[in-house]
């Protein structure tokens, strides 16, 4: 089975242990390492999780380049919203997911592989716990 195919799934952690946790599910659900990233409200919390799991950060071979120059000008949580939206999650969900990441939560994310861009979303996306918009 290929990534390529597959079903993006995010689920929301509160710790790294946690997250090494679900990113060797992840792994044995057939998703490719670079394909598996770890996201949180700081970049360098975000890059010390990513070094110390088997998890990436989400680069420009996901977001796309035209999402990654954009980043540059944003703030924050803009930049936050824009890389999950890159990878199929709605806008709705991606102000959800924000939230909890300035609740110190970290999220994990088995991404299908597909790149969206504007206002596309994957409505198949798994998120985990189960949040109702």
Same mark, same amino acid.
Not at 113 to 130: A, I, L, Q
């Given at each position: 089975?290929?990534? %390529? ?8 952690? +509160? $710790? ?18 670079? $394909? &598996? ?10 890059? =010390?999780?990513? $070094?110390?799991?088997?998890?990436? %950060? ?13 980043? &540059?000008? =944003?703030?924050?949580? /803009? ?22 990441? /300035?609740?110190?939560? &970290?999220?994990? &994310?088995?991404?299908?592989? +597909?790149?969206? +861009? /504007? ?15």
């Amino acid at each position: 089975m290929t990534t %390529q195919t597959m079903t993006t799934r995010v689920h929301t952690v +509160k $710790n790294m242990l946690e997250v090494q946790e679900q990113v060797h599910r992840f792994q044995r659900d057939g998703y490719e390492r670079e $394909n &598996i990233f770890v996201l949180t409200h700081d970049k360098d919390r975000t890059a =010390r999780i990513a $070094n110390r799991t088997d998890a990436e %950060q989400i680069g420009v071979s996901a977001e796309g380049v035209g999402t990654a120059i954009a980043n &540059i000008f =944003r703030s924050t949580g /803009d930049e936050l919203r824009a890389k999950m939206r890159s990878l199929g999650i709605s806008k709705q969900y991606a102000e959800h997911l924000e939230e909890q990441m /300035d609740r110190d939560k &970290i999220l994990v &994310i088995a991404w299908g592989g +597909k790149e969206y +861009k /504007d206002d596309e979303f994957d409505s198949s996306v798994y998120y985990y716990p189960e949040y109702r918009i």
